[in-house]
């Protein structure tokens, strides 16, 4: 079983509607959740943390975190063409992160 | 400057050449990584440096080369690479390896090897 698993996608998404990313670990002693939001050729972008269960809304994100079912995601709500991007989720594991293999987003306009 | 900053952005060099890419990062943090993703594969943790010590290296072929001369400056060289070492290369860094916050990203650099 992987560490950090992310469904690949490609997830296509209407302009307007909410984009849900989905990402589940492994070891249940992890604190610590990051969304990146990575576009096509760059570098990944931190646009979220959680560290408690339940909900953390910041703009049009908001990210989910339940422990005991050891899962972790991201709403986009009114999606956005220029939220078109590969989004990794991060875990942190023992002394580093633990990353997945992000989903590709697409959002049509 | 601010945050993390990596050079050049783009290399393209032979197989025989010898190469190095640089990382500096200006938050004052005291660990630094690189990592190596190829297209459409996740990232690949190369190696970990806290406080200048080498702390993880993750099978990493001896072609790859790092370098700490200090916290705020991180060296991938580069020698003899095969076409299959073409990626992009990503330094980042952390307040210290056990920090609950996230890595902050340099821009990366574009390798091809012909």
């Known amino acids: 079983q992987k560490e950090v698993e992310q469904n690949s996608g490609p997830l296509s998404v209407p302009e307007g509607a909410i984009a849900s990313l989905n990402c589940t670990y492994s070891?249940?002693?992890?604190?610590?959740f990051f969304w990146y939001r990575q576009y096509s050729g760059k570098s990944p972008e931190l646009i979220m943390s959680?560290?408690?269960?339940g909900d953390k809304e910041d703009g049009r994100f908001t990210a989910q975190l339940n422990k005991a079912s050891q899962y972790v995601s991201l709403l986009i709500r009114d999606s956005q063409p220029s939220d078109s991007a590969t989004y990794l989720c991060?875990?942190?594991?023992?002394?580093?992160?633990?990353f997945g293999q992000g989903t590709r987003l697409t959002i049509n306009p | 400057e601010t945050g993390v900053t990596q050079t050049p952005r783009h290399l393209v060099m032979g197989m025989t050449n010898k190469k190095s890419l640089k990382c500096e990062q200006h938050?004052?943090?005291?660990?630094m990584y690189w990592y190596k993703q190829s297209a459409k594969k996740p990232l690949e943790l190369m190696f970990v440096?806290?406080?200048?010590?080498?702390?993880e290296n993750n099978s990493v072929p001896s072609r790859f080369s790092p370098e700490c001369p200090n916290s705020s400056h991180l060296f991938l060289h580069l020698h003899t690479l095969q076409p299959e070492d073409s990626a992009l290369y990503l330094c980042?860094?952390?307040?210290?390896?056990?920090?609950?916050?996230?890595?902050?990203f340099g821009s990366g650099t574009r390798l091809t090897v012909v």
């Open positions: 980042a860094s952390s307040q210290d390896r056990a920090s609950n916050y996230g890595y902050t």
């Open positions: 991060a875990v942190r594991g023992a002394q580093k992160l633990v």
């Open positions: 070891d249940r002693g992890s604190q610590s």
């Open positions: 959680i560290y408690s269960n």
């Open positions: 938050l004052g943090h005291n660990a």
């Open positions: 440096y806290s406080l200048e010590e080498r702390v």
